[in-house]
């Protein structure tokens, strides 16, 4: 086993929802040293956790392939719905000043007639 690494580690609810048993009689397996503690299994905080050999050892491989199987279909789905969002819905890029730009690409096109103003400042001071 990797350190560090969780592939490959299930814990007690898990197994229970892959093998349709209640996570308590694993519980009552490990109270019967069923598994050797350390090796097959280890309990991390309140949690239980399996190693996939100890797993498939005591329990089969028939319904861990099956839920192997279902796991890679979702995610197979989950990444296929979220490809097909982004691509229905590609994100516009708009600049804060669209319909300026728009105005002026306008005015260098010469499609808006007028005079040009080179530039005009103003008083803030409220004292005068």
Do not use: C, H
Not at 21 to 31: E, I, T
């Amino acid at each position: 086993m990797a350190k560090g690494s969780f592939e490959g580690l299930y814990t007690f609810m898990e197994v229970a929802k892959i093998y349709g048993m209640d996570d308590s009689s694993l519980r009552k397996q490990v109270a019967r040293d069923k598994f050797v503690i350390e090796e097959d299994i280890k309990k991390m905080g309140r949690t239980w956790i399996i190693t996939e050999q100890a797993m498939v050892k005591n329990f089969g491989t028939l319904k861990f392939e099956e839920y192997k199987k279902k796991e890679a279909k979702k995610k197979k789905f989950n990444a296929q719905n979220i490809k097909q969002k982004t691509m229905r819905f590609p994100k516009k890029v708009d600049s804060m000043n669209a319909k300026e730009e728009k105005v002026k690409d306008s005015w260098v096109q010469g499609d808006i007639k007028g005079i040009e103003i080179e530039s005009f400042s103003f008083n803030t001071n409220i004292n005068e």
